[in-house]
């Protein structure tokens, strides 16, 4: 059962362009990750943010939790062609384990 | 240099042939988990385990089945029970506590001839 679930499927842009990704998910959770796989690659961590907490940063991500309506944004400002990929969000469900389930993901294309 | 490691990077498997996909870990994480992924699509999880000796079902368990005797490793088999096997398979492990982030291997390409 898929527990994150993000929009839009795909995205493409230009290079400078900001891009938004959108994470719905189901029950209640500990925290929420993004991930970001290139194409053929494993997953890299990009950033947490707890159940607690309603913003975060790092860099160029900017990452919102909205815990009453179950969803979360990742944001990368000023885009790259670099930052083409595949992003993921994953929830950390409460109840104890650490058992990620993520999303369908978000392919992004930037171009130069 | 801490790790995790998935091998083969590619594999081929004859229809009928049982394979094992190795997965192995240095970070001392105590979970681990294996997930499948299809072409275009998300994660898919398979098995995981939370300790040594013990492990439980994921979402697509059915033609699959792991074993968790050392805490470094997890190999997963595809049996020939698993009437579509081909797809990228993808290890994980994730240390003890809240809000900890997991850690992926390579990835194993497995295609059926």
């Known amino acids: 059962s898929q527990q994150g679930e993000e929009d839009p499927q795909a995205l493409s842009i230009q290079e400078g362009e900001n891009a938004t990704m959108n994470c719905s998910y189901k029950?209640?959770?500990?925290?929420l990750q993004w991930y970001r796989q290139n194409s053929g690659r494993g997953l890299v961590h990009l950033i947490l943010?707890?159940?607690?907490?309603r913003e975060k940063h790092s860099g160029r991500l900017r990452v919102t939790l909205d815990t009453s309506k179950k969803s979360s944004s990742l944001l990368i400002t000023a885009s790259r062609a670099a930052d083409t990929a595949s992003y993921f969000c994953?929830?950390?469900?409460?109840?104890?384990?650490?058992?990620?389930?993520f999303g369908a993901g978000t392919r992004l294309a930037v171009h130069p | 240099d801490g790790g995790i490691t998935q091998s083969p990077k590619y594999l081929f498997r004859k229809e009928g042939q049982n394979v094992t996909l190795s997965c192995e870990q240095n970070?001392?994480?105590?979970?681990m988990y294996w997930y499948r992924q299809d072409p275009g699509q998300g994660l898919r999880l398979i098995y995981y385990?939370?300790?040594?000796?013990?492990?439980q079902k994921g979402d697509i368990a059915e033609g699959y089945s792991v074993s968790r005797e050392k805490k470094e490793s997890f190999p997963l088999t595809v049996t020939s029970a698993q009437k579509n096997p081909t797809a990228f398979y993808l290890c994980?492990?994730?240390?003890?506590?809240?809000?900890?982030?997991?850690?992926f291997g390579q990835g194993t390409r497995l295609t059926v001839v």
């Open positions: 943010i707890r159940s607690n907490e």
């Open positions: 029950t209640s959770i500990n925290n």
């Open positions: 994980a492990s994730i240390g003890t506590g809240d809000g900890t982030e997991a850690f």
């Open positions: 994953a929830t950390g469900p409460s109840g104890g384990y650490n058992k990620l389930i």
């Open positions: 385990s939370q300790i040594v000796n013990d492990f």
């Open positions: 970070l001392n994480h105590d979970a």
